[in-house]
């Protein structure tokens, strides 16, 4: 799998938005970049996952560069609970699982 | 609708007891996964299960590790003469198929405590 490098930790204010930056530069043509979170004590929480193209659902967006090199996990809005540990994955291309490799994410800490 | 169930969510065990822990995943998903996570470590992989078959079983760290499925649904992982070194949260997920385009849902989890 493409390895990914984030930050490890990145604060933000409630109420604004955050940006976790991703970097994937060896990403190859058929693999898709995935978005989880794990709260403390909790299991790792699907976000979302894209492509090529922009993605977003009711959680947030996913903006993918044209090279797709890097990418960026928009929460619009953070709330307090929105502090977690957000893995940015890269997913190989195969029919021989989803087995996702974690890496050691960033650590989101959104303050009122 | 459901997620991801697992049972029981918290196992305290002696050294050298044999464990069982169980997943139950979404309805209709194909695929199931095993991860553990040890505290304050990342995730894990153990092994992956398509239908009943287990093509993966590449992340399991010793022989006293096993995993089963049956009936394409509900899954046993079982650890034989547990060490305290096993002490770990497991985690179960299931996807829908076994492509990169099917994502996992992870259940709550189990935190075994070996004593």
């Known amino acids: 799998d493409a390895k990914t490098t984030q930050p490890p930790s990145m604060d933000c204010a409630e109420g604004r938005a955050a940006n976790l930056p991703c970097n994937h530069s060896?990403?190859?043509?058929?693999?898709?970049v995935y978005w989880y979170r794990q709260i403390h004590s909790q299991g790792p929480q699907y976000i979302i996952h894209g492509l090529k193209n922009n993605e977003t659902n009711e959680m947030a967006s996913l903006i993918i560069t044209e090279d797709r090199k890097s990418s960026t996990l928009i929460l619009p809005h953070a709330t307090l609970r929105d502090t977690a540990v957000y893995y940015c994955i890269v997913s190989k291309n195969n029919n021989a699982g989803n087995m996702l490799t974690f890496g050691g994410g960033t650590r989101l800490m959104v303050k009122p | 609708g459901a997620g991801v169930s697992q049972s029981p969510s918290n196992k305290v065990t002696e050294k050298g007891k044999d464990v069982e822990l169980r997943c139950d995943p979404i309805?209709?998903?194909?695929?199931l996964y095993w991860y553990r996570q040890s505290l304050g470590q990342g995730l894990e992989f153990l092994i992956y299960?398509?239908?009943?078959?287990?093509?993966?079983k590449s992340g399991l760290p010793s022989d006293r590790f096993s995993a089963e499925r049956t009936g394409g649904s509900v899954s046993t992982l079982t650890i034989q003469r547990t060490q305290q070194e096993d002490s770990a949260v497991y985690l179960c997920a299931s996807s829908l198929t076994n492509t990169n385009t099917a994502s996992p849902y992870f259940g709550p989890g189990t935190r075994l405590t070996v004593t």
């Open positions: 299960f398509q239908g009943n078959s287990a093509p993966d």
């Open positions: 060896t990403i190859s043509g058929n693999e898709y």
């Open positions: 309805s209709g998903h194909t695929a």
